[in-house]
């Protein structure tokens, strides 16, 4: 067969957990809350050092980190230091601890780059399944929690003064996104899984009239990158993970130049 | 009179060594418009804030059991990158019927199917109104609800609000530092800089000391006699009604 199975398994696990990642990076992109994202995955690699030197699995180790990361940067002091430094702190020694830590494992000191990148390629069949069982669960959840996520999204501080800001719905929300950046390290790698939660709703946005067109078209858009950036990468035989972020990347250009024509025209 | 809506006893509120807000009481009771007045940097949106509890303060706070608050903050539109309309906004808060009325009472029928991101100033303090009034709210708390409004829709809208007083029966907070018009539908008037600095009838607090030291001879200003013998289309333009 001129397509192995490999590809097969990256291009069902990357395209399920980018679908997944779509409406749930709506709400990163409404609350402008994609440096946070940005941080708890960079605390995931630190979780994934952990999870290896200690012994257990490493995505445990990298969802318990991220979300514990998550937790604790929805309450940073807004005081002298602004609350977007104080989390691209604790993320950037997140990261370079979790680096660290990594090699000074002999033992996996030659995978770095896949916990960077991703290294789709090597998906097992249990990782498939697995990566398929979080996506179909972070999606059911999103649609469970939409009423209560856009209305946080959407009133803001209202919400919040009225008391119709559910704590345990914001709890979920950052529990979620947690998920899928310890799922999402196989696939596109700490460094990258951010751009699966932006990218694709940026490119849905100038298409969209209602939030629920926007998050449809949005998982549409990531599911679509999978493929087209594993093709890409078949072709010019270069890094899986990276390669689907440019599909990304030029899922929003076409997206955004289409959105210009059309408002010229 | 009857049992307040929310009373508030000694609030304090420290950032460090300096008190944002230092032992301030205070007590609002349905039917009445209290209008918070002070300089910028007086601790109006503190108050506010620890009023709503968003922020901690020490003191206590007392709600009459079952409260809802209706809230309009300072020029608050939802990111761009959203794309809402106007109808599903409020319906994210209130039922279809309690909207769509709440938007033709404050006239805004016509933003209906507008996007948030798309509306003027005096359009989007229109809707958050609308939106804010739509549950029936015992109590309407309204943080500048005119930030960077023009003045002609300002004598109108705090009309309208008056006017909601009436038929809501709810009591209405109003932080303000549009002195002049603000202050002739006030009840009553709070002068606030970081303690309570004066509090009482709209024309007691401008004869006051304190009042006069705060906002000197604009204050002379706050009271002038108010006849409004028109009113104002979203776009501003005249209507003339008989009276």
Same mark, same amino acid.
């Given at each position: 067969?001129?397509?192995?199975?490999?590809?097969?398994?990256?291009?069902?696990?990357?395209?399920?957990?980018?679908?997944?990642?779509?409406?749930?990076?709506?709400?990163?992109?409404?609350?402008?809350?994609?440096?946070?994202?940005?941080?708890?995955?960079?605390?995931?690699?630190?979780?994934?050092?952990?999870?290896?030197?200690?012994?257990?699995?490493?995505?445990?180790?990298?969802?318990?980190?991220?979300?514990?990361?998550?937790?604790?940067?929805?309450?940073?002091?807004?005081?002298?230091?602004?609350?977007?430094?104080?989390?691209?702190?604790?993320?950037?020694?997140?990261?370079?601890?979790?680096?660290?830590?990594?090699?000074?494992?002999?033992?996996?000191?030659?995978?770095?780059?896949?916990?960077?990148?991703?290294?789709?390629?090597?998906?097992?069949?249990?990782?498939?399944?697995?990566?398929?069982?979080?996506?179909?669960?972070?999606?059911?959840?999103?649609?469970?929690?939409?009423?209560?996520?856009?209305?946080?999204?959407?009133?803001?501080?209202?919400?919040?003064?009225?008391?119709?800001?559910?704590?345990?719905?914001?709890?979920?929300?950052?529990?979620?996104?947690?998920?899928?950046?310890?799922?999402?390290?196989?696939?596109?790698?700490?460094?990258?899984?951010?751009?699966?939660?932006?990218?694709?709703?940026?490119?849905?946005?100038?298409?969209?009239?209602?939030?629920?067109?926007?998050?449809?078209?949005?998982?549409?858009?990531?599911?679509?990158?999978?493929?087209?950036?594993?093709?890409?990468?078949?072709?010019?035989?270069?890094?899986?993970?990276?390669?689907?972020?440019?599909?990304?990347?030029?899922?929003?250009?076409?997206?955004?130049?289409?959105?210009?024509?059309?408002?010229?025209? | 009179? &009857?049992?307040?809506?929310?009373?508030?006893?000694?609030?304090?509120?420290?950032?460090?060594?300096?008190?944002?807000?230092?032992?301030?009481?205070?007590?609002?009771?349905?039917?009445?418009?209290?209008?918070?007045?002070?300089?910028?940097?007086?601790?109006?949106?503190?108050?506010?804030?620890?009023?709503?509890?968003?922020?901690?303060?020490?003191?206590?706070?007392?709600?009459?059991?079952?409260?809802?608050?209706?809230?309009?903050?300072?020029?608050?539109?939802?990111?761009?990158?959203?794309?809402?309309?106007?109808?599903?906004?409020?319906?994210?808060?209130?039922?279809?019927?309690? &909207?769509?009325?709440?938007?033709?009472?404050?006239?805004?029928?016509?933003?209906?199917?507008?996007?948030?991101?798309?509306?003027?100033?005096?359009?989007?303090?229109?809707?958050?109104?609308?939106?804010?009034?739509?549950?029936?709210?015992?109590?309407?708390?309204?943080?500048?609800?005119?930030?960077?409004?023009?003045?002609?829709?300002?004598?109108?809208?705090?009309?309208?609000?008056?006017?909601?007083?009436?038929?809501?029966?709810?009591?209405?907070?109003?932080?303000?530092?549009?002195?002049?018009?603000?202050?002739?539908?006030?009840?009553?008037?709070?002068?606030?800089?970081?303690?309570?600095?004066?509090?009482?009838?709209?024309?007691?607090?401008?004869?006051?000391?304190?009042?006069?030291?705060?906002?000197?001879?604009?204050?002379?200003?706050?009271?002038?006699?108010?006849?409004?013998?028109?009113?104002?289309?979203?776009?501003?333009?005249?209507?003339?009604?008989?009276?």
């Amino acid at each position: 067969m001129l397509i192995d199975d490999f590809l097969w398994r990256a291009a069902l696990g990357a395209g399920l957990l980018a679908a997944a990642c779509g409406p749930i990076g709506c709400f990163v992109l409404w609350r402008r809350l994609a440096y946070v994202g940005e941080s708890v995955a960079h605390i995931g690699l630190l979780g994934a050092a952990v999870g290896l030197l200690i012994g257990i699995n490493v995505v445990i180790g990298t969802a318990a980190l991220a979300i514990v990361a998550a937790l604790l940067m929805a309450r940073a002091p807004d005081r002298a230091i602004p609350a977007g430094t104080y989390v691209g702190i604790i993320g950037h020694i997140g990261l370079a601890l979790g680096f660290v830590v990594l090699a000074t494992m002999e033992t996996v000191r030659a995978d770095l780059l896949g916990y960077l990148f991703g290294d789709v390629l090597a998906l097992t069949a249990t990782d498939l399944v697995a990566i398929a069982a979080v996506s179909l669960f972070v999606l059911a959840a999103t649609a469970l929690l939409w009423r209560p996520l856009l209305r946080a999204a959407a009133g803001g501080p209202i919400a919040a003064a009225e008391g119709k800001n559910g704590t345990l719905v914001q709890t979920a929300f950052l529990v979620l996104i947690a998920l899928l950046v310890a799922f999402g390290l196989k696939v596109v790698g700490a460094l990258l899984i951010v751009a699966l939660l932006i990218i694709p709703p940026a490119a849905a946005r100038p298409f969209a009239r209602t939030p629920e067109a926007m998050a449809v078209l949005a998982a549409l858009a990531g599911a679509l990158a999978a493929p087209l950036g594993l093709v890409a990468a078949y072709w010019a035989d270069a890094p899986a993970g990276p390669c689907i972020v440019l599909a990304a990347g030029a899922i929003f250009a076409f997206s955004a130049a289409a959105a210009r024509i059309a408002r010229v025209a | 009179m &009857s049992e307040p809506l929310i009373t508030a006893k000694h609030l304090s509120v420290r950032a460090g060594a300096m008190h944002i807000l230092n032992d301030v009481s205070l007590a609002i009771h349905a039917r009445e418009i209290v209008t918070l007045i002070g300089p910028n940097g007086s601790g109006k949106t503190t108050l506010l804030k620890a009023l709503l509890g968003l922020t901690p303060c020490r003191g206590e706070i007392v709600r009459r059991a079952g409260l809802k608050i209706g809230y309009v903050p300072q020029q608050f539109a939802p990111d761009p990158s959203l794309p809402i309309t106007v109808e599903r906004f409020l319906r994210l808060f209130a039922t279809p019927q309690e &909207s769509a009325a709440a938007l033709g009472r404050v006239g805004a029928n016509e933003t209906r199917g507008r996007q948030m991101s798309a509306l003027s100033g005096g359009e989007l303090a229109r809707v958050l109104l609308a939106r804010a009034v739509a549950g029936h709210p015992g109590l309407l708390v309204l943080d500048e609800p005119l930030a960077g409004v023009d003045v002609v829709g300002e004598a109108a809208f705090y009309h309208m609000i008056a006017e909601l007083r009436d038929e809501l029966g709810c009591g209405i907070l109003l932080v303000s530092h549009d002195l002049h018009v603000v202050m002739g539908k006030a009840d009553r008037v709070i002068c606030l800089n970081h303690h309570v600095c004066c509090e009482g009838d709209a024309h007691d607090v401008v004869r006051d000391p304190a009042f006069q030291e705060l906002f000197g001879a604009r204050g002379e200003l706050a009271l002038y006699p108010h006849h409004h013998d028109h009113a104002h289309t979203l776009s501003g333009e005249a209507i003339h009604v008989d009276r």
